[in-house]
Nanobody, 128 residues
Framework: QVQLVESGGGSVQAGRSLRLSCAASGWTDARYCLGWFRRVPGKEREGIASIDRTFGWTYYIDSVKGRFTISQDSAKNTFYLELDSLNPEDTALYYC?????????????????????WGQGTQVTVSS
């Protein structure tokens, strides 16, 4: 059973940066996709970035490409989301998540329904 714990959220002014961390445990020998999602009140949870835990390939939605960076430190069993050039529209509850990746599949499809392991969420608030 994979367990995920986020940290690193907070309140910042527009233009500043934050780094979110997701500490993981319980990996098996399976291949995994690691993802970051966010939820704005009144809207559905949105997948924004993912990384292939085996190969390190990364994927982003257009609205965060060039501003957010997903990465991992396998030695620490932790993956990260660096949020740069934040704007008020980035205010949301951010979640890390994981799913197994079958052979032949990629992590490019960042859909909530595909992910089965979830962290508890960390709030990011950006003021103008």
């Amino acid at each position: 059973q994979v367990q995920l714990v986020e940290s690193g959220g907070g309140s910042v002014q527009a233009g500043r940066s934050l780094r979110l961390s997701c500490a993981a445990s319980g990996w098996t020998d399976a291949r995994y996709c690691l993802g970051w999602f966010r939820r704005v009140p009144g809207k559905e949870r949105e997948g924004i970035a993912s990384i292939d835990r085996t190969f390190g390939w990364t994927y982003y939605i257009d609205s965060v490409k060039g501003r957010f960076t997903i990465s991992q430190d396998s030695a620490k069993n932790t993956f990260y989301l660096e949020l740069d050039s934040l704007n008020p529209e980035d205010t949301a509850l951010y979640y890390c998540a994981a799913r197994t990746r079958p052979i032949g599949d990629t992590c490019s499809w960042i859909m909530e329904s595909e992910y089965i392991y979830w962290g508890q969420g960390t709030q990011v608030t950006v003021s103008s």
